[in-house]
């Protein structure tokens, strides 16, 4: 149970345990009855059991999704039609974002105000890409001497996703929402270390009256559950967020069927930061980028380059800044940062700060464990910053926690050469007064998404993909993502 009190709609919840499968519009068990516990990481004790769901369940829900395919109308639905039972689904989310904010920050040990962002999020998607879905053309005319021709676009079928645990809702809303607008139906396989707010989700589509199997999903473990869906000869489309090595098992199982692939995955963020900017603003937004959701942000800043004019200065006030950012547990009103997700994030990431230091880099700030009073079975670190080589371990490699590393540069083309010799390829930021020359360096960056005098920014109708180990397959949030969820077919009549 919660260490802290919650509502009486979560403790409902909980109380179901162990959680279902939502399969055709219906809750049942796993075939196999098998369990595993969700854990709260801020607290460090069992919340609740969810069902595991094996490779014949993940079955059962790509048939369901492929019967609500060719059955249930939804494919076959006007856009505006289906755009009823999605903002519908939205407004459910909306009035139900207290509980599924709470649900939220239980689970993945985040701030209350920042899971309820992210449950807000969730709605905004699919709203943009249910009125996005309004305006598209199903039919082109294509012009062409001697023939009568057009595109037509059609939903793929069933397309399938498979989600991490920083952010479970509102990649849940980036993933599902084109599909759905597009007329697809969808199974989904939620994190296992955080896949509470997505169960909660399946209630809510059925009060939305969703038909039955157009929502479909299997908790479950990532080498079972997650394997079987993305090998099943079932799905038409497959799309993954989550690490550079799972990814490539998903691309391998797809390439083997045939089925085309979306793979959101990890990155190493830089910050190019030049000698004209307000240090101390500067510092301040970049502290809360790399400290928000505890660092387990793909495209968060964790290089930080900075001009040697301003190093010793700039990094003063990060010792400051970072000192200051409250840890607390997800019901703390003042908390930035909660815990990270399980006792294995945690290793990992005291486990990077080591091995950093044995190659060589110097502990600007310290880092290590935090307590958290009262809480002290939670798996809580605090900020640290590392300084030294680019070849150390910890500046090269993706650490997924509170971390950054700093280093210093003179030149322009140094900063770049910095950057880009990273072999990911997701998000990094340039700061200068100067706009001309940051716009030029934000250009000359290897990645899909380069931001000025900000990080992390998301917008609809941005697209948010990766290059390189970050990603392939057409990126989230952008207006040809819901392209990307429907088929084209080509109508000719020679004249
Ligand atoms: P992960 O790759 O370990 O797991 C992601 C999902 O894949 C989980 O649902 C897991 O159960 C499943 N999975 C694990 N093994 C599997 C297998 N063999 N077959 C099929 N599915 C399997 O990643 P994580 O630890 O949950 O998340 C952290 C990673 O995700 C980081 O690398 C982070 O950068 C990346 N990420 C990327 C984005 C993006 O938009 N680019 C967003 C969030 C997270």
């Not at 993945?108 to 992210?118: N, Y």
């Not at 190493?268 to 400290?291: E, N, W």
Request: glycine share 10%; hydrophobic share 40%.
């Amino acid at each position: 149970m919660p260490a802290t009190k919650t509502s009486i709609p979560v403790e409902a919840f909980l109380a179901e345990s162990p959680l279902q499968l939502f399969i055709g519009g219906q809750w049942r068990p796993a075939e196999k009855k098998q369990t595993f516990e969700v854990i709260d990481p801020g607290a460090g004790t069992r919340l609740a059991h969810i069902y595991d769901s094996g490779a014949e369940d993940v079955d059962a829900a790509v048939q369901a999704a492929r019967r609500a395919f060719r059955q249930s109308g939804w494919a076959a639905m006007r856009p505006n039609e289906r755009g009823v039972y999605l903002h519908r689904l939205a407004d459910l989310v909306e009035q139900n974002r207290d509980t599924l904010a709470e649900i939220e920050a239980l689970d993945v040990g985040k701030p209350l105000a920042h899971a309820r962002f992210d449950i807000e999020n969730f709605s905004a998607t699919m709203r943009y890409y249910t009125e996005l879905a309004l305006h598209i053309a199903y039919r082109d005319p294509i012009a062409v001497p001697r023939h009568e021709a057009r595109t037509v676009r059609h939903p793929y079928g069933v397309c399938a996703f498979i989600f991490p645990w920083n952010f479970p809702f509102l990649l849940a809303g980036w993933g599902i929402s084109p599909a759905l607008a597009a007329g697809n139906t969808v199974v989904v396989k939620p994190a296992e270390d955080a896949s509470l707010s997505t169960l909660y989700l399946a209630r809510l589509v059925k009060e939305a009256g969703i038909p039955d199997g157009v929502i479909n999903i299997v908790p479950g473990l990532g080498e079972t559950a997650g394997a079987a869906l993305a090998r099943h000869p079932g799905i038409n489309r497959m799309s993954f967020t989550g690490s550079p090595e799972v990814g490539r098992l998903i691309g391998e199982s797809c390439g083997r069927n045939l089925v085309p692939v979306k793979l959101e995955l990890g990155g190493k963020g830089a910050a190019v930061v030049f000698d004209d900017v307000d240090i101390d603003q500067t510092v301040d937004r970049l502290t809360r980028a790399v400290t928000l959701n505890t660092g387990q942000v793909c495209c968060t800043a964790t290089r930080w380059l900075v001009h040697e004019r301003i190093y010793d200065r700039f990094v003063e006030t990060a010792i400051r800044r970072m000192q200051q950012v409250r840890i607390g547990y997800w019901d703390d009103p003042e908390a930035h940062m909660g815990p990270l997700i399980s006792r294995k994030q945690m290793d990992r990431v005291l486990g990077y700060l080591e091995k950093g230091k044995q190659q060589g880099a110097a502990a600007v700030l310290e880092g290590g464990p935090a307590a958290v009073a009262g809480k002290e079975q939670g798996f809580w670190v605090k900020p640290a910053m590392l300084a030294g080589d680019p070849e150390n371990i910890a500046c090269r490699e993706e650490i997924f926690g509170p971390v950054s590393f700093l280093l210093k540069f003179k030149e322009e083309q140094e900063a770049l050469e910095l950057v880009n010799r990273s072999p990911y390829g997701l998000a990094n930021s340039v700061w200068s007064q100067d706009l001309a020359r940051a716009g030029r360096v934000a250009e000359q960056l290897v990645a899909a998404n380069s931001w000025i005098n900000a990080h992390n920014v998301f917008v609809h109708g941005v697209p948010y993909a990766g290059v390189n180990l970050s990603g392939l397959g057409g990126g989230v949030l952008g207006p040809n993502t819901l392209l990307d969820y429907l088929r084209e077919q080509s109508v000719v009549r020679p004249l």
